[in-house]
């Protein structure tokens, strides 16, 4: 049967209205190609509204792009990316960072999908030695593949340890406006004031339809990235299509109304499945992300009505997701289903 709603991903979420008609507004006339457009100073301007002056804002076409190419940056063939081993980096990128970085990348165990600098310590005594990787890059992802959030402190305590190591500290911000709503503060303390170097900014899990943005929070760290961008294959030409989009979504904080009401359909689903006896909630609900155990048998049969994925099969465990555009009635139906399929 055709899936109507779907509880899998915020990727399946339709393109919010008002950012639709940012782009309809935007396909009028002729404008300069590759970014030289009122749209995109726009959209710049706004960015530098959020995050600080000094930030410089290159937009790309997806979230890998924008990871592969502000890692690109940042490093050479013989240095190494250190993240958690549930990051997008390591495990939903096809290899993408390796291959076009020449990269090794080191991963640690993690339960929550949160790593901290004493995890990072041991590594860093290949630093000098001439057969190994060097360590260059600490990669977070904000929110996390978890769904857990970062707190201020945490991400300042791994700046630091990255800052006095001679690292650059990389944030993967596929939810990153989840994790600002979650924490209730600006983007500019989240990320600038904490001392993360660069920012792979995610939109299309917000609202918008294709687009997402490297930002460099040090303008210094952003010297010829163009022509990375260029090599990375993630320059536009109708550039102003995808800057139109940023813009409506920084535009009366319409990037904090969505995030906040899909970490809101989160929490209620949540509130409503540990009613169940049968289903144990495995992580904290910080954003819009419920993961849970559930019988295996019932997993089949409330997948024939909704899709969603399995986490780990192991252990039974799944993965639900909520976006701007689920509603209180989304989910409860989708609960009265899953009672039914138990």
């Given at each position: ?139 977070i992802t904000q929110a996390t593949e978890m769904g857990t959030v970062y707190t201020r402190e945490e991400i300042m305590d791994i700046a630091r340890f990255a800052h006095s190591n001679e690292l650059y500290l990389h944030m993967d911000g ?25 920012l792979s900014f995610g939109g299309t899990k917000n609202g918008i339809m294709l687009g997402e943005a490297v930002v460099f929070l040090n303008s210094r760290l952003a010297r010829e990235f163009e022509y990375v961008r260029k090599q990375s ?94 509603t209180e009635k989304d989910v409860e139906n989708f609960v009265q289903a899953l009672k039914e399929s138990l």
């Open positions: 049967m055709p899936f109507t709603k779907s509880f899998a991903s915020d990727n399946n979420a339709p393109v919010h209205p008002a950012v639709f008609q940012a782009m309809l507004e935007a396909n009028r006339g002729d404008v300069i190609a590759y970014g030289d457009d009122r749209y995109t100073r726009e959209a710049h301007k706004k960015f530098r509204e959020a995050f600080g002056t000094d930030v410089r804002v290159f937009f790309v076409f997806n979230g890998t792009g924008a990871n592969v190419a502000a890692l690109s940056q940042l490093t050479r063939p013989y240095h190494a990316v250190i993240c958690a081993d549930t990051a997008h980096i390591q495990h939903d990128e096809c290899g993408a960072p390796e291959k076009f970085t020449g990269c090794k990348v080191h991963v640690l165990p993690t339960t929550d999908g949160k790593i901290k600098a004493e995890q990072i310590k041991p590594l860093m005594h290949s630093v000098g030695f001439q057969h190994h990787a060097q360590p260059r890059v600490i990669s596929a939810r990153i406006a989840n994790a600002a709503a979650a924490l209730g503060i600006g983007f500019r303390e989240l990320v600038t004031d904490t001392g993360v170097d660069v294959m993630q320059l536009a030409s109708k550039m102003r299509y995808i800057s139109a989009q940023f813009t409506a979504l920084f535009t009366n904080d319409l990037w904090l109304q969505n995030a906040t009401h899909a970490n809101q359909m989160a929490q209620l689903l949540a509130e409503k499945v540990r009613e169940i006896p049968q289903v144990k909630i495995t992580q904290p609900v910080e954003i819009n992300g419920v993961f849970a155990i559930i019988p295996k048998e019932a997993i089949k049969k409330l997948q024939e009505k909704y899709f969603f994925y399995v986490w780990d099969e192991t252990r039974s465990e799944v993965r639900w997701m909520t976006s701007f555009a689920t």
